[in-house]
Each structure stands twice: as C-alpha cells, then as structure tokens.
C-alpha cells in the first residue's frame, strides 16, 4: 500500500513505516483530501460513506446556489448563498467561497455595464448576440427591431435574462449558418471576453406569450441549465472545478463542455435526461474517440446513479462532485470506475 493511502487512513508514519500517532477521525481525513483517492476495507467504510456525504453535499450546495440566484425573494442572496457555503467541509468551503465571490463580482460587473445602457438593456444584449454569431450589419438591421417584442428579466439584479420568441433566434442562428433542428429550442448563455462585456442568458419564448420564470418544470429546467454555465465559469477561475489537463487540446476542449453540460443536465431533471442526452450534444465534437470516452462515462454514471440511490437516497448530486473534481476523461472514467469498485466491495462486505 502506498504511504499516502495509509496516511490518508490517518497513520503518522516514522521514516521506518512504523506507526506512531493516532488515528484521525475518518471525516476529517475526508475534509482533509476531498479529492484523493481511498481504498476501501472493514476499517473505513465510514471514511468511504463520509466521502459520498461531501459529494452529496456539494451537489446539493452548487444546486441550492442555482435556484437561490432564481428566485424572486428580495432578501441579500450573497448572504444566503454563503449561508449555505459555511457548512461545507474547510478544504472544499474555501474554494467554493472564491467561486461564488467571482459569481457576485460577474454580478456587479453587469449591474454597471447595463446602468450605461438603461432603458435599451434588451436592444444592448441583441447586438452583443448578432456580433457573437458574426452577423453582417447589414442583415443585422433587418432583424433589429423584431427584437422589441422581447422581455428582460433580471431574478437577480446582474444576472439579465433576455427571452426572445424562438422563431427569431431560430432565424438568426440561420443567419449565421447554424440550422436548429425541429422541436429544439434556442437558450444559451453569452459569456463576455473583456471586463466591458456582459456576461447574460437567451432562453426561447412562444410568440405572443410572456415569459414567467418558474411558470413550469421545463422552462425552470431550462433557465437553471444557462444559469448553470453562467456560475460554471467562475468556479472553474477559482480553482473549485479543477484545471483540465491533457495533451489533445480538441479533447481538453471537449472536457471542458462535457464537464458544463453533464452537471447542468444531472441538475435539470436528474439521470433520466443525462442517460438520453447525445454524446456529440455533450462535448460538440464528432471525434470517435472522444464519443467513446464520453459514451462510456455515460454507462458508468447510468449504473452508479442506482447504486447511489441505495446508500444516500441520491444520485445525482453526489455524481455532480465526482465530475468536478475530473481533470480529463481519462481521470473521469478512473474516479467512477472505482467509486463502482468501492460501492460493490461496501455491498459485499454487508453480505457476507
């Protein structure tokens, strides 16, 4: 056994391997390492079930963050958010506070921006959506003012929501050379590259209808998929979400987008629509390879959420942290593969 592992089990070695200290209590080793691996015996089961306690309860906590910045409660949601952050174990809490302060500070950053341009916030947002999708000015005119039909929602002040009837963005997107399937709908969110750009959410609305958040499962589904991009990149810059490595830079890319949109799929409606969600959907890119890689997480992911169920009463959330805490495919498939290993060998263990 490598002696990282036996002190990750709380063993104060000498410079012989022999033991000299005392044993810690298994959820400090846990808050201690919240990323490293454990092996698992009659010794630590604990350690293990402390484990999946983190896991469920950053999931649970990035989840709660999400429909806080959605609500419409007027109360300090800064205050509440970290409220919430408090309780989680040091090594994780730490840099999930600089996460969110990054979130708040994106916030203000688009509270100024838009202060600039009161009152034609909506017809500012469109433009930055035109010039994103590099639309020529001149078809750019013709379309500028189906825009005014449009609604600004702000759940939380900074984070603007501009829903646009979906025929209109399905013309633009056409515009740019992007045809939407039937049936599929346009959301997304627009992340700015300098200080001076706004970070904000385009979600679809029927014509003619006004868009309520929360009126429905879908549309709140929908809503908290972008809000999720939108918190997704600052807790990758603060280190919580940790740094992609690898060598391909299509697959690292390919990580990247895999790592958003599995989290805010297993937050919208849990395993069901992860499992049915394409491959290429996930990663946007038609490399074997990689879909392969991505086909096989998928699998994985589709029998530990079942398993999962069995020890926490959850799946998805504790699935959440194991996709943050990936640095790349490779790793992704190594973590779930031996949470699969432990899971069985904790079942056997009560079995015999």
């Avoid at 984070?159 to 740019?176: E, G, K, N, S, T």
């Avoid at 001076?196 to 309520?212: A, C, L, R, W």
């Avoid at 990689?290 to 398993?307: F, P």
Wanted: aromatic share 8%; hydrophobic share 35%; proline share 3%.
């Amino acid at each position: 056994m490598r002696e990282n592992k036996i002190q990750q089990l709380g063993n104060d070695l000498d410079s012989d391997g022999n033991f000299i200290g005392q044993k810690k209590d298994e959820s400090q080793i846990v808050a201690d390492n919240p990323y490293e691996d454990l092996e698992i015996n009659e010794n630590n089961r604990q350690a293990f079930l402390e484990r999946e306690k983190l896991a469920i309860e950053t999931g649970k906590t990035y989840a709660e963050v999400l429909d806080i910045l959605l609500s419409s409660e007027s109360t300090d949601k800064k205050e509440r958010c970290f409220g919430l952050i408090k309780n989680m174990p040091p090594a994780s809490r730490t840099l999930f506070e600089k996460g969110v302060n990054l979130v708040f500070d994106q916030i203000n950053s688009n509270q100024d921006i838009l202060k600039e341009h009161k009152d034609n916030e909506i017809g500012f947002l469109f433009d930055h959506v035109l010039s994103d999708l590099n639309i020529p000015e001149t078809e750019a005119n013709n379309v500028r003012s189906l825009v005014a039909e449009s609604q600004l929602l702000e759940p939380t002040a900074g984070i603007p929501i501009i829903a646009i009837d979906r025929r209109l963005l399905r013309r633009v997107f056409y515009m740019a050379g992007q045809e939407i399937p039937p049936g599929q709908d346009v959301n997304f969110c627009a992340h700015g590259v300098s200080p001076k750009e706004p970070t904000f959410i385009v979600i679809s609305k029927n014509t003619g209808e006004e868009y309520q958040i929360g009126k429905n499962q879908r549309q709140y589904d929908d809503l908290k998929h972008e809000l999720n991009h939108f918190v997704w990149r600052q807790m990758e810059k603060s280190g919580f979400a940790r740094k992609i490595t690898g060598e391909n830079t299509t697959e690292k890319e390919a990580f990247g987008r895999f790592r958003s949109e599995s989290i805010a799929y297993l937050l919208m409606d849990g395993q069901s629509l992860f499992d049915k969600t394409s491959p290429e959907h996930l990663v946007s890119t038609d490399e074997p390879e990689i879909l392969d890689k991505v086909e096989l997480s998928q699998s994985i992911m589709s029998v530990l959420g079942r398993k999962l169920e069995s020890i926490s009463g959850t799946s998805r959330n504790a699935l959440v942290y194991y996709i943050f805490s990936s640095r790349n495919f490779d790793e992704c498939l190594d973590n779930l593969t031996k949470l699969n290993e432990r899971i069985n060998e904790i079942n056997l263990g009560h079995n015999q």
